[in-house]
């Protein structure tokens, strides 16, 4: 199973952006989909995450700006994330489980000015 991303950039304070992630290859057996991000220095942490089911979870810090959604169907998570913040800025990973076992796709950088 690959993971490509894409969305990532450069945005001003209280701006917006929309990360995607398309799981190909052998996908059967994904539940799973989420997001982690790590700036530098940092320890990387869950941002949100979904289940198949559509169950979703999130980071106290991006609670009511981030949005996690999936198209099953496509095997793609998008993460829509508003009001961004300096504090968000970050390499954002693409994650999804597999029969339990995690995966993960390349980093995304986002970075938002002041």
């Known amino acids: 199973v690959q993971l490509q991303a894409s969305g990532g950039g450069l945005v001003q304070a209280g701006g917006s952006l929309r990360l995607s992630c398309t799981a190909s290859?052998?996908?059967?057996?994904?539940?799973?989909m989420g997001w982690f991000r790590q700036a530098p220095g940092k320890e990387r942490e869950l941002v949100a995450s979904?289940?198949?089911?559509?169950?979703?979870n999130y980071a106290d810090s991006v609670k009511g700006r981030f949005t996690i959604s999936r198209d099953n169907a496509k095997n793609t998570v998008y993460l829509q994330m508003n009001s961004l913040k300096p504090e968000d800025t970050a390499v954002y990973y693409c994650?999804?489980?597999?029969?339990?076992?995690?995966?993960w796709g390349q980093g995304t950088q986002v970075t938002v000015s002041s």
């Open positions: 979904i289940s198949i089911g559509g169950s979703s």
């Open positions: 994650n999804t489980l597999r029969f339990g076992v995690p995966l």
């Open positions: 290859g052998r996908t059967v057996g994904i539940n799973v």
